[in-house]
């Protein structure tokens, strides 16, 4: 499975963004999928990720009521819409995807792929 990761710019604080994943497999669904992101002398962290039929959901603290994660299985796409925006979600963010139905853990994710990097200015 090939990601791509799109959709990333330069906005300011309370802006919003959306983040597109396309996915190279469509013939094959069953995985769960998620977004990460690595900001500049961080370590990688969770955003978000969801179950492979979009029916289980999981944010980070950090995001939660501001991002929302959503899929469309028929396009083989996964999306992150980031509204109000703050400095602190400036990061390279990447997609994911994992052999099991859904997981909250990183390790258990692979091909990540380019990233695409958000840029939020105060």
């Known amino acids: 499975v090939q990601l791509q990761a799109f959709g990333g710019g330069l906005v300011q604080a309370g802006d919003s963004l959306r983040l597109s994943c396309a996915v190279s497999?469509?013939?094959?669904?069953?995985?769960?999928m998620g977004w990460f992101r690595q900001a500049p002398g961080k370590d990688r962290e969770i955003v978000s990720v969801t179950s492979w039929n979009g029916g289980r959901t999981y944010y980070d603290d950090s995001v939660k009521g501001r991002f929302t994660i959503s899929r469309d299985i028929a396009k083989g796409t996964l999306y992150l819409q980031m509204n109000s925006l703050k400095p602190e979600d400036t990061a390279i963010y990447y997609c994911?995807?994992?052999?099991?139905?859904?997981?909250?853990?990183?390790?258990?994710?692979?091909?990540w792929g380019k990233g695409t990097l958000v840029t939020v200015s105060s």
């Open positions: 994911a995807v994992t052999r099991r139905l859904y997981s909250e853990y990183e390790n258990e994710y692979y091909s």
């Open positions: 497999e469509r013939t094959q669904t069953r995985f769960g």
